[in-house]
Protein backbone atom coordinates (compact mmCIF):
# COMPACT_ATOMS: atom_id res chain seq x y z
CA UNK A 1 0.00 0.00 0.00
CA UNK A 2 0.99 3.16 -0.67
CA UNK A 3 2.19 5.39 2.63
CA UNK A 4 1.97 9.21 2.74
CA UNK A 5 3.44 10.97 6.13
CA UNK A 6 1.97 14.39 7.56
CA UNK A 7 4.65 16.64 8.95
CA UNK A 8 4.48 19.78 9.85
CA UNK A 9 5.19 21.69 13.42
CA UNK A 10 3.32 21.48 16.87
CA UNK A 11 -0.31 22.60 16.61
CA UNK A 12 -0.06 23.28 12.85
CA UNK A 13 -3.25 21.29 12.72
CA UNK A 14 -2.05 18.35 11.39
CA UNK A 15 -3.59 15.44 13.64
CA UNK A 16 -6.66 17.96 12.70
CA UNK A 17 -6.22 17.14 8.98
CA UNK A 18 -5.59 13.54 9.73
CA UNK A 19 -8.80 13.25 11.61
CA UNK A 20 -10.66 15.44 8.38
CA UNK A 21 -9.05 12.36 6.02
CA UNK A 22 -9.72 9.11 8.32
CA UNK A 23 -12.69 9.97 10.33
CA UNK A 24 -10.31 8.54 13.11
CA UNK A 25 -11.63 11.52 16.31
CA UNK A 26 -7.81 11.59 17.56
CA UNK A 27 -7.11 13.80 20.45
CA UNK A 28 -5.91 17.59 18.91
CA UNK A 29 -3.79 20.44 21.04
CA UNK A 30 -0.84 20.61 22.71
CA UNK A 31 1.47 17.73 22.28
CA UNK A 32 -1.19 15.33 22.23
CA UNK A 33 1.23 12.38 21.17
CA UNK A 34 4.27 10.83 20.63
CA UNK A 35 3.76 8.35 18.57
CA UNK A 36 2.36 8.03 14.81
CA UNK A 37 -1.37 7.73 14.11
CA UNK A 38 -2.20 5.47 11.33
CA UNK A 39 -5.28 4.99 9.13
CA UNK A 40 -6.18 4.57 6.15
CA UNK A 41 -7.86 6.79 3.39
CA UNK A 42 -9.99 6.47 0.60
CA UNK A 43 -9.42 8.01 -2.36
CA UNK A 44 -12.50 9.42 -4.34
CA UNK A 45 -13.02 8.64 -7.30
CA UNK A 46 -16.21 10.07 -10.00
CA UNK A 47 -14.96 7.38 -12.37
CA UNK A 48 -15.59 4.73 -9.74
CA UNK A 49 -18.72 5.63 -8.75
CA UNK A 50 -19.52 6.04 -12.10
CA UNK A 51 -19.05 2.53 -12.99
CA UNK A 52 -20.63 1.31 -9.85
CA UNK A 53 -24.11 2.81 -10.66
CA UNK A 54 -23.94 1.15 -14.12
CA UNK A 55 -22.54 -2.49 -12.55
CA UNK A 56 -24.61 -1.96 -9.34
CA UNK A 57 -22.41 -4.41 -7.43
CA UNK A 58 -22.55 -6.17 -4.04
CA UNK A 59 -19.41 -4.03 -3.55
CA UNK A 60 -17.54 -1.19 -4.39
CA UNK A 61 -13.69 -0.78 -3.25
CA UNK A 62 -11.60 2.11 -3.58
CA UNK A 63 -7.93 2.86 -4.24
CA UNK A 64 -6.69 3.61 -0.70
CA UNK A 65 -3.82 5.34 0.62
CA UNK A 66 -2.08 4.67 4.64
CA UNK A 67 -1.44 8.08 5.90
CA UNK A 68 0.95 8.67 9.23
CA UNK A 69 0.41 11.52 11.54
CA UNK A 70 3.59 12.59 13.11
CA UNK A 71 3.91 14.55 15.98
CA UNK A 72 5.28 17.93 15.82
CA UNK A 73 7.56 17.63 18.68
CA UNK A 74 9.78 15.92 16.92
CA UNK A 75 10.79 18.59 14.72
CA UNK A 76 10.54 21.05 18.18
CA UNK A 77 14.10 22.10 17.76
CA UNK A 78 14.09 23.69 13.73
CA UNK A 79 11.53 26.76 15.90
CA UNK A 80 13.18 26.79 19.54
CA UNK A 81 16.55 27.63 18.27
CA UNK A 82 18.36 24.71 19.45
CA UNK A 83 20.55 22.40 17.43
CA UNK A 84 18.82 19.38 18.42
CA UNK A 85 17.98 17.68 15.76
CA UNK A 86 14.92 15.21 14.67
CA UNK A 87 15.05 11.52 16.43
CA UNK A 88 17.05 9.00 14.55
CA UNK A 89 13.81 7.15 14.66
CA UNK A 90 11.69 9.39 13.65
CA UNK A 91 13.70 10.29 10.41
CA UNK A 92 14.70 6.23 9.87
CA UNK A 93 10.19 6.07 10.01
CA UNK A 94 10.07 8.94 7.64
CA UNK A 95 12.27 7.34 5.12
CA UNK A 96 10.01 4.38 4.66
CA UNK A 97 7.16 6.85 3.49
CA UNK A 98 6.28 7.70 -0.71
CA UNK A 99 5.62 10.83 -0.03
CA UNK A 100 5.53 13.83 2.42
CA UNK A 101 3.00 16.21 3.69
CA UNK A 102 3.86 19.27 5.49
CA UNK A 103 1.02 20.80 6.75
CA UNK A 104 1.52 24.42 7.51
CA UNK A 105 -0.24 26.80 9.80
CA UNK A 106 -1.96 29.85 8.34
CA UNK A 107 -4.70 30.49 10.88
CA UNK A 108 -4.65 32.57 13.74
CA UNK A 109 -6.06 31.25 16.88
CA UNK A 110 -4.63 33.21 20.55
CA UNK A 111 -5.98 30.15 22.23
CA UNK A 112 -3.83 27.85 20.23
CA UNK A 113 -0.58 29.65 19.64
CA UNK A 114 2.50 28.84 17.29
CA UNK A 115 5.31 27.45 19.27
CA UNK A 116 7.09 30.64 17.85
CA UNK A 117 4.86 33.08 18.84
CA UNK A 118 4.18 33.74 14.75
CA UNK A 119 2.54 33.22 11.61
CA UNK A 120 4.42 33.09 8.96
CA UNK A 121 3.83 30.09 6.32
CA UNK A 122 7.30 31.07 4.63
CA UNK A 123 9.17 30.61 7.99
CA UNK A 124 7.73 27.61 8.66
CA UNK A 125 8.38 25.57 5.32
CA UNK A 126 11.87 27.04 5.51
CA UNK A 127 12.29 26.02 8.67
CA UNK A 128 10.87 22.01 8.23
CA UNK A 129 13.32 22.19 4.88
CA UNK A 130 16.12 23.31 6.52
CA UNK A 131 15.09 19.87 9.12
CA UNK A 132 14.88 17.47 6.27
CA UNK A 133 17.92 19.26 4.32
CA UNK A 134 20.50 18.50 7.28
CA UNK A 135 19.29 15.15 7.98
CA UNK A 136 20.37 14.14 4.60
CA UNK A 137 23.46 15.85 4.65
CA UNK A 138 24.44 14.54 7.85
CA UNK A 139 23.86 10.83 6.25
CA UNK A 140 25.61 11.79 2.81
CA UNK A 141 28.34 12.64 5.40
CA UNK A 142 28.58 9.74 7.37
CA UNK A 143 28.48 7.52 3.84
CA UNK A 144 31.60 9.73 3.10
CA UNK A 145 33.56 8.80 6.44
CA UNK A 146 32.98 5.48 6.45
CA UNK A 147 34.13 5.40 2.42
CA UNK A 148 36.99 7.03 3.70
CA UNK A 149 37.91 4.39 6.72
CA UNK A 150 37.44 1.69 4.10
CA UNK A 151 39.36 2.56 1.03
CA UNK A 152 42.49 1.39 1.98
CA UNK A 153 41.55 -2.11 2.69
CA UNK A 154 39.50 -2.14 -0.66
CA UNK A 155 40.67 -3.88 -3.81
CA UNK A 156 40.80 -1.96 -6.93
CA UNK A 157 37.53 -2.77 -8.50
CA UNK A 158 35.76 -1.88 -4.76
CA UNK A 159 37.74 1.23 -5.19
CA UNK A 160 36.84 2.12 -8.21
CA UNK A 161 33.37 2.02 -7.21
CA UNK A 162 33.94 3.74 -4.03
CA UNK A 163 35.41 6.64 -6.09
CA UNK A 164 32.07 6.77 -8.27
CA UNK A 165 29.99 6.89 -5.10
CA UNK A 166 32.21 9.22 -3.68
CA UNK A 167 31.82 11.54 -6.59
CA UNK A 168 28.31 11.14 -6.77
CA UNK A 169 27.49 11.79 -2.93
CA UNK A 170 30.15 14.86 -3.47
CA UNK A 171 27.53 16.61 -6.04
CA UNK A 172 24.49 16.04 -3.79
CA UNK A 173 26.16 17.37 -0.87
CA UNK A 174 26.80 20.71 -2.71
CA UNK A 175 23.37 20.64 -4.72
CA UNK A 176 21.92 20.31 -0.96
CA UNK A 177 24.70 23.00 0.33
CA UNK A 178 23.07 25.30 -2.35
CA UNK A 179 19.60 25.33 -1.16
CA UNK A 180 18.26 22.63 -3.83
CA UNK A 181 16.98 18.64 -2.56
CA UNK A 182 17.63 15.74 -4.21
CA UNK A 183 14.51 15.22 -5.73
CA UNK A 184 15.35 17.79 -7.95
CA UNK A 185 18.96 17.25 -8.26
CA UNK A 186 20.64 16.91 -12.01
CA UNK A 187 21.29 13.50 -11.70
CA UNK A 188 20.91 10.52 -14.48
CA UNK A 189 18.51 8.00 -14.29
CA UNK A 190 20.94 5.50 -13.21
CA UNK A 191 22.62 7.39 -10.50
CA UNK A 192 18.95 8.09 -9.19
CA UNK A 193 18.72 3.86 -9.10
CA UNK A 194 22.24 3.66 -6.74
CA UNK A 195 21.49 6.30 -4.47
CA UNK A 196 17.56 4.89 -3.61
CA UNK A 197 18.81 2.55 -0.87
CA UNK A 198 19.66 5.60 1.09
CA UNK A 199 16.00 6.70 1.33
CA UNK A 200 17.00 10.60 1.28
CA UNK A 201 14.17 12.86 2.64
CA UNK A 202 14.43 15.43 0.22
CA UNK A 203 13.97 12.83 -2.30
CA UNK A 204 10.64 12.36 -1.43
CA UNK A 205 7.66 14.09 -3.15
CA UNK A 206 6.12 16.77 -1.35
CA UNK A 207 3.14 18.61 -0.93
CA UNK A 208 2.34 21.66 1.11
CA UNK A 209 -0.75 21.98 2.20
CA UNK A 210 -1.65 25.52 4.12
CA UNK A 211 -4.06 25.26 6.93
CA UNK A 212 -6.05 28.25 6.70
CA UNK A 213 -8.97 29.75 9.52
CA UNK A 214 -12.44 28.60 8.07
CA UNK A 215 -13.21 32.36 6.71
CA UNK A 216 -9.95 31.99 4.02
CA UNK A 217 -10.40 29.65 1.17
CA UNK A 218 -6.93 30.75 -0.04
CA UNK A 219 -3.29 31.57 0.57
CA UNK A 220 -1.68 33.86 -2.05
CA UNK A 221 1.78 34.00 -3.31
CA UNK A 222 2.57 30.22 -2.58
CA UNK A 223 2.36 26.72 -3.85
CA UNK A 224 0.32 24.52 -2.16
CA UNK A 225 -2.99 23.33 -1.13
CA UNK A 226 -5.12 25.29 1.33
CA UNK A 227 -7.90 24.24 2.72
CA UNK A 228 -9.64 24.46 6.85
CA UNK A 229 -8.61 21.54 8.60
CA UNK A 230 -10.75 22.07 11.24
CA UNK A 231 -13.55 22.61 9.30
CA UNK A 232 -13.42 19.79 6.57
CA UNK A 233 -13.11 17.26 9.69
CA UNK A 234 -16.76 19.09 10.99
CA UNK A 235 -18.47 18.32 7.68
CA UNK A 236 -17.01 14.55 7.54
CA UNK A 237 -20.51 14.20 10.07
CA UNK A 238 -22.69 16.27 7.27
CA UNK A 239 -24.52 14.52 4.71
CA UNK A 240 -24.08 15.96 1.53
CA UNK A 241 -26.72 18.63 1.41
CA UNK A 242 -25.85 19.64 4.61
CA UNK A 243 -22.41 20.30 3.88
CA UNK A 244 -22.80 21.77 0.51
CA UNK A 245 -25.38 24.46 2.14
CA UNK A 246 -22.69 25.09 4.94
CA UNK A 247 -20.13 25.43 1.97
CA UNK A 248 -21.97 27.89 0.47
CA UNK A 249 -22.48 30.05 3.53
CA UNK A 250 -19.39 30.29 4.44
CA UNK A 251 -18.37 31.02 0.85
CA UNK A 252 -15.56 27.53 0.92
CA UNK A 253 -15.33 25.79 -2.45
CA UNK A 254 -15.62 21.97 -2.23
CA UNK A 255 -13.20 19.24 -2.84
CA UNK A 256 -10.34 20.65 -1.06
CA UNK A 257 -9.64 17.36 0.38
CA UNK A 258 -10.22 15.21 -2.97
CA UNK A 259 -7.87 18.05 -4.37
CA UNK A 260 -5.32 16.96 -2.09
CA UNK A 261 -5.65 13.13 -2.37
CA UNK A 262 -5.42 14.25 -6.42
CA UNK A 263 -2.56 16.27 -6.22
CA UNK A 264 -0.64 13.29 -3.69
CA UNK A 265 -1.55 11.08 -6.60
CA UNK A 266 -0.03 12.91 -9.34
CA UNK A 267 3.24 13.57 -7.37
CA UNK A 268 3.91 9.54 -6.80
CA UNK A 269 3.24 9.27 -10.48
CA UNK A 270 0.53 6.52 -9.50
CA UNK A 271 -2.12 5.86 -11.96
CA UNK A 272 -5.43 4.15 -11.68
CA UNK A 273 -7.20 1.44 -12.72
CA UNK A 274 -10.62 -0.29 -12.83
CA UNK A 275 -11.64 -4.12 -12.16
CA UNK A 276 -15.41 -4.04 -13.07
CA UNK A 277 -18.59 -6.94 -12.74
CA UNK A 278 -21.27 -7.96 -10.23
CA UNK A 279 -19.44 -8.78 -7.59
CA UNK A 280 -17.35 -5.72 -7.18
CA UNK A 281 -15.90 -2.52 -8.78
CA UNK A 282 -12.69 -1.96 -7.66
CA UNK A 283 -9.93 0.62 -8.38
CA UNK A 284 -6.38 -0.20 -8.31
CA UNK A 285 -3.32 1.94 -8.30
CA UNK A 286 -0.26 1.09 -10.13
CA UNK A 287 3.11 3.07 -10.90
CA UNK A 288 3.73 5.34 -14.10
CA UNK A 289 5.39 2.78 -16.66
CA UNK A 290 4.05 -0.09 -14.74
CA UNK A 291 2.99 -2.81 -17.23
CA UNK A 292 0.02 -5.16 -17.70
CA UNK A 293 1.44 -7.87 -15.68
CA UNK A 294 2.70 -5.75 -12.62
CA UNK A 295 -0.59 -4.10 -12.92
CA UNK A 296 -2.28 -7.99 -12.32
CA UNK A 297 0.24 -8.22 -9.68
CA UNK A 298 -1.78 -5.43 -7.49
CA UNK A 299 -5.07 -7.68 -7.73
CA UNK A 300 -2.72 -11.03 -6.81
CA UNK A 301 0.63 -12.79 -7.24
CA UNK A 302 -0.82 -15.40 -9.25
CA UNK A 303 -2.19 -13.31 -11.62
CA UNK A 304 1.01 -11.60 -12.29
CA UNK A 305 2.95 -14.65 -12.20
CA UNK A 306 0.72 -16.76 -15.10
CA UNK A 307 -0.18 -13.47 -16.73
CA UNK A 308 -1.08 -14.15 -20.47
CA UNK A 309 -2.76 -11.29 -21.58
CA UNK A 310 -5.20 -8.56 -20.76
CA UNK A 311 -8.41 -7.03 -22.12
CA UNK A 312 -8.20 -3.70 -22.08
CA UNK A 313 -11.33 -0.97 -22.23
CA UNK A 314 -11.21 2.90 -21.43
CA UNK A 315 -13.51 3.48 -18.51
CA UNK A 316 -15.37 6.02 -20.68
CA UNK A 317 -15.64 3.78 -23.15
CA UNK A 318 -17.22 1.01 -20.88
CA UNK A 319 -19.48 3.10 -19.48
CA UNK A 320 -20.65 4.52 -22.89
CA UNK A 321 -21.42 0.93 -23.87
CA UNK A 322 -22.85 -0.32 -20.89
CA UNK A 323 -25.28 2.69 -21.25
CA UNK A 324 -26.16 1.84 -24.26
CA UNK A 325 -26.98 -2.04 -23.98
CA UNK A 326 -26.73 -2.96 -20.27
CA UNK A 327 -23.79 -3.67 -17.70
CA UNK A 328 -23.73 -7.60 -18.52
CA UNK A 329 -23.23 -6.62 -22.24
CA UNK A 330 -21.15 -3.84 -22.15
CA UNK A 331 -17.68 -6.06 -22.69
CA UNK A 332 -19.24 -7.39 -25.67
CA UNK A 333 -20.52 -4.07 -27.00
CA UNK A 334 -17.00 -2.59 -26.38
CA UNK A 335 -15.51 -5.12 -28.52
CA UNK A 336 -18.03 -5.04 -31.02
CA UNK A 337 -17.29 -1.12 -31.18
CA UNK A 338 -13.58 -2.01 -31.53
CA UNK A 339 -13.31 -0.17 -28.41
CA UNK A 340 -11.64 -3.66 -26.81
CA UNK A 341 -8.33 -4.36 -27.35
CA UNK A 342 -5.82 -7.42 -26.33
CA UNK A 343 -2.64 -6.81 -24.72
CA UNK A 344 0.47 -8.32 -23.54
CA UNK A 345 3.18 -8.25 -21.38
CA UNK A 346 4.97 -5.00 -22.71
CA UNK A 347 1.80 -2.88 -22.38
CA UNK A 348 2.00 -0.07 -20.11
CA UNK A 349 -0.95 0.39 -18.27
CA UNK A 350 -2.78 3.70 -18.50
CA UNK A 351 -4.63 5.74 -16.32
CA UNK A 352 -8.57 4.55 -16.42
CA UNK A 353 -8.07 1.47 -18.30
CA UNK A 354 -10.50 -0.96 -17.35
CA UNK A 355 -8.33 -4.89 -17.19
CA UNK A 356 -9.80 -8.37 -16.94
CA UNK A 357 -6.46 -9.76 -16.85
CA UNK A 358 -6.16 -13.50 -18.29
CA UNK A 359 -3.91 -16.10 -16.17
CA UNK A 360 -3.04 -19.57 -15.59
CA UNK A 361 -0.70 -20.98 -12.80
Known amino acids: MTSIGLIGFERSGKTTLFNALTGAGRATGFSTHQDPHEGVVPAPDARLTQLSQLYQPRKTSPSVLDVVDFPGAGFAGALSGSSEPPSSRLLDQLAQLDALVHVVRAFDNDAVPHPAERIDPGADIEAMQLELTFADLALIEKRLQRIAQETKSMKAAERVAADREVDLLGRLQSHLGDGGTL ?59 EAAAYREELGVGAGAVETALQETFRLLGLRTFFTVGPDECRAWTTRSGDTAPQAAGRIHTDMERGFIRAEVVRWDDLLTCGEAVGASAAEAEAKKRALSRTEGKDYEVRDGDTLHILFNV
Open 183 to 241: LDAPISGLERADIRHYRFLTERPMLTIFNVGEDAASIGGVEGIALSARLEEELRDFDDD
